[in-house]
């Protein structure tokens, strides 16, 4: 006798899309479904199991309980094997189709996703590609939240239930304005900025990062500015306002004030960051984010502007 369960793929997915909103308003448009066919479901849900999935916030959404972040991870775990499955039927030619999200680490973004989004539009026409831009924990949040399938991040911790494979290793280098005393060298030491203003490029995980390749050189940052913008960093910079550390280098030197800058690379022994691809450790990646992967892979090997040190481990 063919098994028959109590809750369906349905009442599944709009619990899904609420984990992923933490509104059920907001996940009702989105589906396209009546906010009462949403909310009957996953009372249904709710009473099947036995116990509460969200804690409803009058005004404030939804917050999903240990309860529902269990069964969050699980239904991205039955869907992953079920796209799998359809990935593998509907499979033609080497055709990859459907929609994937893809959260990459801001200051990447611009470097990463036009040469991402451009290959595999030519590669793989019936593909959609949407995408999240966020500091470390953010794209990590869109991975857990169901909200993004893979992510293109810098490898700042190494989170619970998150997979990682290594792309490259991207090593800072100084930025300095073009009138700067040091701005035609070819390379500098630390300590002669030791007496310099500081513009920080002030992200979560990030600002560690960078105060502490500066500490580690023995040296107290006199940190003048900070902004979360990395061309924010690079226009204070071109106008003279102190130096700043970055790893992504464009290929411009100018800023948007017009001003230009020079970038110089650090000669102490500093660590580079390492460019990573995430998903979720206990679901299998689809068809659709393993294309993302592998044009990753091919644009990074042929950007060497985006990895500079390729890591043999």
């Given amino acids: ?109 611009p470097f990463l996703l036009p040469l991402l989004i451009g290959r595999l539009q030519e590669r793989h026409p019936e593909l959609s590609v949407e995408f999240i831009e966020g500091d470390h924990e953010e794209t990590l949040t869109s991975l857990r939240s169901g909200r993004a399938e893979i992510a293109v991040n810098y ?15 991207v090593p800072p280098h100084v930025v300095l304005s073009t009138d700067h005393p040091l701005a035609g060298r070819r390379t500098i030491a630390l300590a002669e900025l030791a007496d310099e203003p500081l513009v920080l490029l002030d992200l979560p995980d990030s600002r560690g990062y960078f105060l502490d390749i500066l500490r580690s050189a023995g040296i107290a940052p006199r940190l003048k500015y900070r902004a979360s913008s990395y061309e924010t960093v690079r226009s204070m910079v071109a106008m003279g306002l102190g130096y700043s550390i970055l790893n992504q280098r464009p290929r411009i030197s100018g800023s948007y004030t017009g001003a230009e800058l020079a970038a110089i690379e650090i ?35 042929e950007q060497p502007g985006l990895s500079r040190a390729p890591r043999h481990d």
């Fill in 267 to 301: 000669s102490d022994d500093v660590p580079a960051l390492e460019m990573v691809i995430s998903s979720l450790a206990q679901v299998n990646r689809s068809a659709r984010a393993h294309a993302v992967a592998s044009a990753v892979h091919e644009i990074i090997a």
């Fill in 1 to 109: 006798m063919a098994q028959r369960f109590a809750i369906t793929l349905t009442q599944l997915t709009y619990f899904a899309e609420c984990a992923k909103r933490l509104n059920m308003t907001v996940a009702s448009q989105e589906l396209h479904v009546a906010q009462s066919a949403i909310s009957t479901a996953i009372s249904h849900l709710e009473r099947t199991l036995g116990t509460s999935l969200f804690i409803r916030q009058h005004a404030k959404g939804l917050v999903l309980t240990r309860t529902g972040e269990q069964l969050l991870q699980d239904t991205h775990r039955i869907f992953g094997m079920l796209s799998d499955s359809i990935d593998s039927i509907r499979a033609d030619g080497g055709e990859v189709r459907g929609s994937v999200t893809v959260a990459c680490f801001k200051t990447l973004a």
């Fill in 155 to 169: 490898r700042l911790s190494d989170p619970e239930g998150i997979s990682s494979e290594h792309v490259g290793d």
